[in-house]
């Protein structure tokens, strides 16, 4: 099972900008096998996907953060990343890094394989 663990979560104003970091294995991004995404869940709501990043480069946003949010890996350092702008408090939520073995940019949870532990990111009005 892949592994991952997510990093740069932290606690920001409203408007401000934070990027999150992904690490995955080696293998992972290198064989270009996986498709990746960020997904988060706030208290007492359900996961939600964030954005999403294919295997052959195709992206997929949610419409809440369409314009703000920009997903984007680098293959020679396997670190996906999360570049969040124009930070909203109800942005606030753990963060999650997943991947899976397929074709597509999913927003899906049930189709992703392998989770990280997640980041905390707080953004204050």
């Known amino acids: 099972q892949v592994q991952l663990v997510e990093s740069g979560g932290g606690s920001v104003q409203a408007g401000g900008s934070l990027r999150l970091s992904c690490v995955a294995s080696?293998?992972?991004?290198?064989?270009?096998?996986?498709?990746m995404a960020w997904f988060r869940q706030a208290p007492g709501k359900e996961r939600e996907g964030v954005a999403a990043?294919?295997?052959?480069?195709?992206?997929n946003y949610a419409d809440s953060v369409k314009g703000r949010f920009t997903v984007s890996k680098d293959s020679s350092r396997t670190i996906l990343y999360l570049q969040m702008n124009s930070l909203k408090p109800e942005d606030t939520a753990m963060y999650y890094c997943?991947?899976?073995?397929?074709?597509?940019?999913?927003?899906?949870?049930?189709?992703?394989?392998?989770w990280g532990p997640g980041t905390q990111v707080t953004v204050s009005s």
């Open positions: 997943a991947a899976y073995a397929g074709l597509g940019a999913s927003l899906f949870s049930k189709v992703y394989q392998s």
């Open positions: 080696r293998y992972t991004l290198s064989s270009s096998r996986y498709s």
């Open positions: 990043l294919s295997r052959d480069g195709s992206t």
